[in-house]
């Protein structure tokens, strides 16, 4: 009896899985693949690095943090339990949330900060996404040891559009500081000037044998001669790009973002805060250790930054260990020059949905300002350029962010704090790059304020990031909460758009762009997910002196385009 009713079961669960869901697929929509739960404990850890202990925030005493695998569609369910001391917030990076947005976890934009000694469950699927992202705290600084991978496999019986590895490894690239970040955050924003360079860059958490007090805290990884292998990079570095290479071994690009792109093959590439690259790498050189560096890249002017780089091994099996291994090389912290090529060479391999018709244009500019400074000090001077504050804006607005979450003021109607006249054009003409009237300290205060930009429902939007030379020209890596935008052009200078060339065809599908130093990207996508969505520079310092914005993106019709209720365990704040 026992194998008859095992039996029926087993045939009501083939039913279920291979009948229902494709007759009910339509109505009851995103349905999940399978669901995956997750308990992640927000705690503080011990740890020693560079000779040095103290105590970080991690998740379940981990870091880099533990790992999200996953298949396309599945339902991802995450308990986040704060046993830390700290507020904070869960982001999952790239993900596209759909009709979810309250599961997106920006502090203060989608959710008030989970506190001690309380949790939030986080809910939501990962509906036609597939490769590598990432999760990270998204509350000051505390990213910097709040982080981990999402890795997500395609469908069972779909295979990689590439030659299948025959290892894959996850390499997450991070900054490490002696200080506390929440109070290294609080200095920089009392000093108005800039964040010390960072102690060391991390690979897996390892600086590699090139720092003070570091040579045996190495990450390697072994391989088989002959094999190929998927490495899975991360950059959840704060305020620095990066620059990375394998001494001797070439680098394949087959996706960037989470989404496949036309293979090329590269010497090194360079990474920003928020991307994620997978390259396929083929162990073809003599049996060895070899260097994998992750260095600078630095485009702006008169910053101090960490230019030692963290180093982890690409070490075959028969390698002698007593040998040194072999130098990468990286190219020199300001080439500008390998970026826009590589940026150049980046193509989806399909682009579909691609919008060509426009229904909002709209054109930020994207940079540094000084703000006057107000401190109590003998001197009335501050750290920034010329005495004053640091700032930084998009259209010359420094967001502030509110005390409630933008999206519980939207979602209940609350008034007084944002204001929807965020500006669609700059409200000033001027030649953004090359600074002028921008002279410091004049006229290059930025206006301070909680502005968003409503979008209606499936509006198609395109939007020009441009750079400008205030205090300095530098590429900045704009990130997209809720959406991947194509990019389908860029250049340096001013946006002129008679002569920009736009690629239609085939342009990579990203959720951060590294808006190229003095120049601009132009970025394009269907505004059909409804909610409140934060766009913002990656490097952490930006952030937190004002280089953000956020999009209400109004709801459509019906079920299927209207954000639904928030879940009942919201944070309160
Ligand atoms: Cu990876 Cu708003 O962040």
Redesign the pocket.
């Known amino acids: 009896m026992a194998l008859s009713s095992s039996h029926h079961i087993l045939l009501l669960s083939f039913l279920l899985s291979c009948y229902v869901p494709l007759g009910l697929a339509r109505i009851h929509w995103p349905v999940g693949g399978s669901t995956r739960f997750y308990d992640f404990k927000v705690q503080t850890t011990r740890v020693t690095k560079l000779c040095k202990t103290k105590d970080i925030v991690t998740v379940n005493g981990m870091f880099p943090g533990p790992v999200i695998y996953a298949q396309e569609d599945d339902r991802i369910i995450v308990k986040v339990t704060n046993e830390s001391p700290h507020n904070a917030t869960i982001?999952w990076?790239?993900v596209r949330q759909r009709l979810s947005c309250w599961a997106d976890g920006?502090s203060y934009?989608t959710q008030c900060p989970i506190q001690a000694g309380q949790s939030f469950t986080y809910e939501f699927t990962l509906f036609q996404q597939k490769g590598t992202l990432?999760w990270?705290a998204?509350i000051s600084w505390l990213?910097a040891t709040v982080n981990g991978a999402i890795v997500i496999y395609p469908k069972t019986g779909v295979p990689y559009p590439f030659p299948y590895p025959y290892e894959e490894h996850v390499l997450i690239f991070g900054e490490y500081w002696h200080k506390d970040m929440l109070q290294l955050e609080k200095e920089v924003v009392a000093s108005g000037g800039g964040p010390p360079p960072a102690e060391a860059y991390l690979i897996n958490s390892h600086p590699g044998p090139r720092y003070n007090c570091s040579a045996t805290d190495v990450y390697k990884i072994d391989v088989v001669p002959g094999k190929t292998y998927l490495l899975r990079l991360i950059s959840a570095s704060l305020n620095m790009e990066h620059f990375f290479a394998i001494a001797g071994h070439k680098l394949t690009i087959v996706e960037a973002d989470a989404e496949y792109t036309k293979p090329f093959t590269v010497d090194r590439l360079m990474i920003t805060?928020?991307q994620t690259i997978n390259v396929l790498v083929k162990a073809d050189q003599p049996i060895d250790r070899y260097d994998m560096a992750m260095g600078p890249y630095m485009s702006a002017q008169n910053v101090t930054f960490q230019n030692i780089s963290a180093i982890a091994h690409f070490q075959y099996t028969g390698a002698t260990l007593d040998d040194l291994s072999l130098p990468a090389q990286l190219p020199v912290y300001n080439d500008n020059l390998v970026v826009n090529t590589n940026l150049h060479m980046l193509r989806s391999l399909n682009a579909t949905n691609l919008p060509s018709e426009i229904d909002a244009n709209l054109f930020f500019t994207v940079g540094l300002n000084v703000e006057e400074c107000h401190s109590s000090n003998p001197n009335k001077s501050c750290q920034g350029p010329s005495g004053g504050v640091f700032a930084a804006s998009m259209n010359n607005v420094s967001f502030v962010k509110p005390n409630i979450s933008l999206l519980q003021a939207y979602y209940n109607n609350i008034n007084g704090l944002y204001t929807d006249d965020f500006p669609g054009v700059p409200l000033k003409t001027y030649d953004f790059v090359n600074g002028a009237p921008n002279n410091i300290p004049n006229d290059t205060q930025s206006l301070i304020g909680t502005k968003v930009k409503v979008l209606e429902y499936g509006s198609r939007v395109q939007l020009i990031l441009q750079n400008t030379g205030t205090v300095t020209t530098e590429n900045h890596p704009i990130?997209l909460?809720g959406y991947n935008f194509y990019v389908v052009g860029y250049g340096t200078g001013n946006y002129n758009p008679m002569g920009a060339k736009l690629n239609l065809v085939d342009p990579p599908y990203m959720n951060?762009i590294g808006v190229p130093v003095g120049g601009w990207a132009a970025i394009r996508f269907v505004a059909d997910n409804p909610g409140v969505w934060?766009m913002?520079c990656?490097f952490d310092v930006h952030?937190t002196w004002g280089l953000s914005m956020a999009f209400i993106v109004k709801n459509g019709e019906g079920p299927l385009e209207t954000l639904p209720h928030p879940p009942a365990d919201l944070p309160r704040c």
Do not use: A, D, N, V
Request: hydrophobic fraction near 20%.
């Open positions: 982001h990076h790239g920006p934009i990432f990270h998204h990213r805060p928020g990130h909460h951060t934060f913002h990656h952030l």
